[in-house]
């Protein structure tokens, strides 16, 4: 079990940076991977970013490559979405995700996360 509480976001202008954080609790978090997605008003939960267990493999969403980077600290049960030169239509709330299994070819769905945080509001005004 895993227990996952987002903090970070806010308000910025485009251009701007923010980097969110993701704290979990529960035994497993060294062992799960961990992912982070994000939702804007009107639309579908989308894939952001990705990381494995131990860190060593990372996965992007084509519209976020090159401006924001995930990694995890596993000493400090944390996984973090540094997000640069953000735009407008990155608005959206962030929720970081868990997954107990790794498989690269699921791990960009929703439905492959078994656990879920209540999510962070990132606003980018232009």
């Known amino acids: 079990q895993v227990q996952l509480v987002e903090s970070g976001g806010g308000l910025v202008h485009a251009g701007g940076s923010l980097r969110l954080s993701c704290a979990a609790s529960?035994?497993?978090?060294?062992?799960?991977?961990m992912g982070w997605f994000r939702q804007a008003p009107g639309k579908e939960r989308e894939f952001v970013a990705a990381i494995r267990s131990d860190g060593e493999s990372t996965y992007y969403a084509d519209s976020v490559k090159g401006r924001f980077t995930i990694s995890r600290d596993n000493a400090k049960n944390t996984v973090y979405l540094q997000m640069n030169s953000l735009k407008p239509e990155d608005t959206a709330v962030y929720y970081c995700?868990?997954?107990?299994?790794?498989?690269?070819?699921?791990?960009?769905?929703?439905?492959?996360?078994?656990?879920w945080g209540q999510g962070t509001q990132v606003t980018v005004s232009s």
């Open positions: 995700a868990a997954c107990e299994g790794w498989r690269p070819s699921e791990i960009r769905r929703t439905f492959y996360y078994d656990y």
């Open positions: 529960g035994r497993s978090f060294s062992r799960s991977g």
